[in-house]
């Protein structure tokens, strides 16, 4: 019986936590299934900090654009150089699936690969798909999204509901040891304050004015602030004001331990930060950034808020005191906690990832089964055309 090699896979995940992170629990799972895999990132700070974490697996960054970042012409230019970047990555090391996680780092290596004859896969995580998703729906051969309503906007009716992918560190935790591994009382709330892999400093001020009636209405709170690169020295200039014990960072890898450490959570919007407070049963006020591509992030949650999952407050009609009740009555309130913890377990969709790796393996499986019969066929045809010369 004739050994079959090592399935070796890519996925094309960078440009920001949001399509890293959902494409390294796929990657876990290949793994575990004995693929090799490959991680596709850009060269953002982001992506080459969150893959240092990454194990057993290789990684490549791409020369892409995003089209919000810079020029057309930057974004074209990087666009055609990461296609043949990864078109020669291909052809060094020939995948036999690519998977796109969304963003600007998803499209080249789909095209590349497509042109080569690899089955191509994308996931949408978010209510409205972005731009470089609804383009590759068209090409690819089927795709995964987090929440159903996103099926309606892609150009594909091979369309799978999987939920979006956690890493399985994300899971309900001892709000005591993270909060003592944050080097906090582990008998006091914490509130954590995250914008994304990125940081929000929208998100940062406004919880800045919220701090003097937050420490009144919830004595003893403590803070769990991620910040993002540009407000580190004025969001611990602020704890200290108030007299709030902090743990602020710019970026934290950890993020299962911040969340575990959580008493309740102001967040963006993100998908892969809803799948993860989901994972982890957190309750949350969502403050959408407003300037997401076609406002994906205020769909994101008021899916959430229709169910009872979270709190929706938009930033433009927020006012400390808003922000400040929300938060409270999520810490001190045990049925109103209890109950968004509850509505939250219907976001949470453990076997994504597994899911998602099932499909593509499967796709392998049947490619190369069609492949070895064609084999089979051809030398069948070959041994008849021989016994009939002889």
């Known amino acids: 019986m004739q050994h079959q090699p090592t399935p070796r896979i890519a996925i094309a995940c960078g440009g920001t936590g949001g399509h890293l992170f959902p494409g390294l629990a796929v990657a876990e799972q290949l793994i575990q299934r004995g693929c090799t895999v490959t991680l596709l990132i850009s060269p953002k700070e982001v992506d080459q900090q969150a893959v240092k974490a990454a194990s057993g697996m290789q990684v490549a960054t791409l020369p892409a654009v995003g089209l919000g970042r810079g020029s057309r012409i930057a974004f074209v230019r990087g666009f055609i150089q990461s296609t043949f970047a990864a078109r020669k990555l291909f052809k060094q090391e020939r995948p036999e699936a690519v998977l796109a996680m969304g963003g600007f780092t998803s499209a080249p290596p789909v ?42 906007r892609l150009h594909t009716w091979h369309a799978k509901a999987t939920g979006t992918p956690v890493r399985p560190q994300f899971r309900p935790s001892d709000s005591a040891v993270c909060r003592v591994a944050l080097g906090l009382n582990p008998d006091k709330p914490v509130l954590v304050v995250t914008g994304g892999s990125q940081g929000a400093s929208g998100l940062n001020d406004m919880v800045i004015s919220a701090l003097p009636m937050l420490v009144k209405l919830v004595p003893g709170l403590q803070l769990v602030h991620l910040t993002g690169p540009n407000d580190v020295e004025k969001v611990e200039k602020a704890c200290t004001a108030n007299g709030i ?31 993860e407070l989901a994972a982890m049963h957190v309750p949350s006020v969502l403050v959408p950034f407003p300037a997401a591509t076609d406002n994906h992030q205020y769909y994101n949650a008021l899916a959430f808020q229709k169910t009872g999952a979270a709190h929706l407050l938009e930033q433009k009609s927020a006012n400390p005191e808003t922000l400040a009740k929300l938060i409270a009555e999520l810490i001190q309130v045990p049925g109103v906690r209890e109950k968004m913890c509850e509505a939250l377990g219907q976001w949470h ?42």
């Open 111 to 152: 095209v590349a690969a497509k042109a080569m004859g690899v089955p191509t896969f994308l996931h949408e995580s978010n209510t409205i798909p972005g731009r470089a998703n609804r383009w590759l729906s068209r090409i690819v051969k089927e795709a995964f999204i987090g929440f159903p309503e996103a099926a309606l």
């Open 349 to 390: 969709a453990p076997r994504a990832a597994e899911q998602i790796a099932e499909s593509i393996m499967k796709a392998i499986t049947d490619r190369r089964r069609i492949a070895g019969k064609a084999g089979m066929t051809e030398t069948s045809t070959l041994q008849h055309h021989q016994s009939a010369i002889t």
């Open 245 to 275: 014990k902090a743990f602020v960072r710019p970026f934290f890898a950890e993020m299962n331990v911040a969340l575990g450490a959580a008493s309740a959570v102001i967040s963006r919007a993100g998908a892969s930060s809803l799948a």
